[in-house]
C-alpha cells in the first residue's frame, strides 16, 4: 500500500505559475505509475497528467504545453509545474498511483486528499 500527499496549492493570478508535490510513503514509489487529476466545483474529476514508471509522460490537451509531469524516485515524489495558469485551472489537485499510467480515474489504486489550487483573473 502507498499513501499520498499533495502540496503546493494556493491562490494565483492568471498567467502566473505553481508547483504541486505529491509526497509517497508505503511501498516502493518506484514501482508505480503515477497520475495527477483534478476537480472543479460541480464538475467531474478529470485527467490532467500522468507518468510512467520509466517516466513516460501523457497530457490532458487543455494543460498539454502549460504543464510539466515530473517524478523523483529517490525523494518518493512526484511534482506537477504549473505554468501559464487560467481561470479555468481553479480545482482541486489530486495525485494517485496505480499499476499503469492511465487517464482514467478507475485504473488508479491509490489516491491523496487533494490540495486546492485557486486562479483569479
Known amino acids: 500500500q502507498v499513501q499520498l500527499v499533495e502540496s503546493g496549492g494556493g491562490l494565483v493570478q492568471a498567467g502566473d505559475s505553481l508547483r504541486l508535490s505529491c509526497a509517497a510513503s508505503?511501498?516502493?514509489?518506484?514501482?508505480?505509475?503515477m497520475g495527477w487529476f483534478r476537480q472543479a466545483p460541480g464538475k467531474e474529476r478529470e485527467f490532467v497528467a500522468s507518468i510512467s514508471r520509466s517516466a513516460v509522460t501523457s497530457y490532458a490537451n487543455s494543460v498539454k504545453g502549460r504543464f510539466t509531469i515530473s517524478r523523483d524516485n529517490a525523494k518518493n515524489t512526484m511534482y506537477l509545474q504549473m505554468n501559464s495558469l487560467k481561470r479555468e485551472d481553479t480545482a482541486v489537485y489530486y495525485c494517485?498511483?496505480?499499476?499503469?499510467?492511465?487517464?482514467?480515474?478507475?485504473?488508479?489504486?491509490?489516491w491523496g486528499q487533494g490540495t486546492q489550487v485557486t486562479v483569479s483573473s
Open positions: 508505503g511501498r516502493t514509489f518506484g514501482w508505480y505509475a
Open positions: 494517485a498511483a496505480g499499476t499503469v499510467p492511465t487517464n482514467v480515474r478507475a485504473t488508479y489504486d491509490y
